[in-house]
């Protein structure tokens, strides 16, 4: 068996299994044969991709078909591989089923949201002690996470830093009910220990937060080696520069599978109408006593959602945040929506370009 470098500088001989691949996978995979290759990827480097396969890694171009399509493999996909080693080339011609993914709220050109990270079983929602530990923010991760389909759990790093540790869980226990909460602090090590249940040997972690929370500082704590830049934040609002510019899927000494996200921002809301209905179920509880089945619960009269929140049961703050989100979600369906419209206009155009060329060829 081949070995191939890890991240942390060492040489392991990991299997497909070792990757998270499973018995779906295989019967994905069974209809290729010969040259192919199956095999998941790791990092995207602009126009190629590194993939891991068994017992080894390669470096891919993809198909044309693939790029025609605008479906380009995200960090986490199985991929299929044609591997051709007398010409010196491996090709990505196929992504397998994804189980969860983080997606863009822009479609792709085959009209498909634009994957980011795909085959997720975990998603960390890390935030810090300090101005990052916001409720209204962490309320937009949860929509964000479970929308991919994963089990989202919130991690409130730089804990050593708050005047009383033990209070952090509770300071967003509100907007996150049955969700945990788990204050550790990556850069000393303590309660690092309480997120071993998520990080089984072939499962793989998501991370997504603001910068400077310190998602590279966890990194390098759980690999045991510094394989992240970190950055330092400003003391005066807490606030870091983006040290992570590439996703990554690393393989942690435990056997799981982590992978760092440089940026949710472009994960858009627009995805994640079913996330928003899992984030705020108190108030979907709500609106089903309100007159209007379409009900806005702004200025529509029969609220019952607006009740509640005059009759000091939901928190006011909580149904803002549900509107705000509500309305970032109608604006990106309306782009996406926009969007899918100029993609059937090319699409006939390029239909129309085809006819003609055929007829003039008739003519000759």
């Avoid at 980011?116 to 079983?121: E, F, G, P, Q, R």
């Avoid at 708050?162 to 952090?168: E, G, I, K, M, S």
């Avoid at 005066?236 to 940026?263: E, S």
Wanted: charged share 25%; proline share 5%; glycine share 10%.
């Amino acid at each position: 068996m081949n070995q191939f470098t890890s991240r942390c500088g060492e040489e392991h001989p990991y299997t497909l299994e070792d990757l998270g691949w499973t018995d779906e996978h295989d019967a994905a995979f069974s209809k290729y044969a010969g040259p192919y290759l199956p095999g998941r990827v790791a990092c995207r480097q602009k126009t190629v991709w590194d993939v891991l396969v068994d017992g080894g890694s390669v470096t891919a171009g993809i198909s044309g078909a693939l790029r025609k399509l605008g479906r380009f493999p995200a960090v986490g996909d199985f991929v299929v591989l044609l591997h051709q080693p007398e010409a010196g080339t491996t090709v990505i011609v196929d992504i397998l089923p994804q189980k969860t993914c983080f997606a863009r709220g822009t479609p792709g050109r085959d009209g498909a949201d634009q994957v980011i990270a795909a085959n997720i079983d975990t998603v960390f929602i890390v935030t810090a002690a300090g101005h990052d530990l916001n409720a209204r923010r962490i309320e937009r991760y949860l929509a964000i996470a479970h929308a991919s389909g994963a089990r989202p759990v919130i991690v409130i790093n730089k804990s050593d830093l708050a005047d009383d540790p033990a209070t952090l869980a509770d300071e967003i226990a509100s907007v996150s009910p049955d969700i945990p909460i788990i204050p550790i602090s990556a850069a000393s090590g303590e309660g690092v220990d309480r997120l071993a249940p998520y990080l089984a040997p072939r499962t793989t972690v998501a991370l997504i937060g603001s910068s400077g929370v310190g998602k590279s500082t966890l990194i390098n704590r759980l690999m045991g080696s510094p394989v992240q830049e970190t950055s330092h934040t400003r003391d005066y609002d807490d606030k870091g520069r983006h040290t992570t510019t590439v996703r990554h899927l690393f393989i942690l000494a435990g056997g799981a599978l982590m992978i760092d996200n440089p940026g949710i921002r472009e994960v858009g809301i627009g995805t994640a109408s079913a996330g928003i209905a899992d984030t705020f179920p108190e108030i979907l509880e709500l609106a089903e006593g309100c007159r209007f089945s379409d009900c806005r619960h702004e200025e529509e009269p029969g609220c019952a959602v607006r009740a509640a929140v005059a009759a000091g049961i939901l928190p006011a703050a909580r149904l803002e945040s549900f509107r705000r989100l509500m309305r970032e979600l109608a604006f990106e369906e309306e782009k996406a929506e926009i969007g899918l419209v100029r993609l059937e206009k090319k699409r006939w155009k390029a239909i129309g370009k085809i006819q003609r060329d055929i007829g003039k060829t008739k003519e000759r």
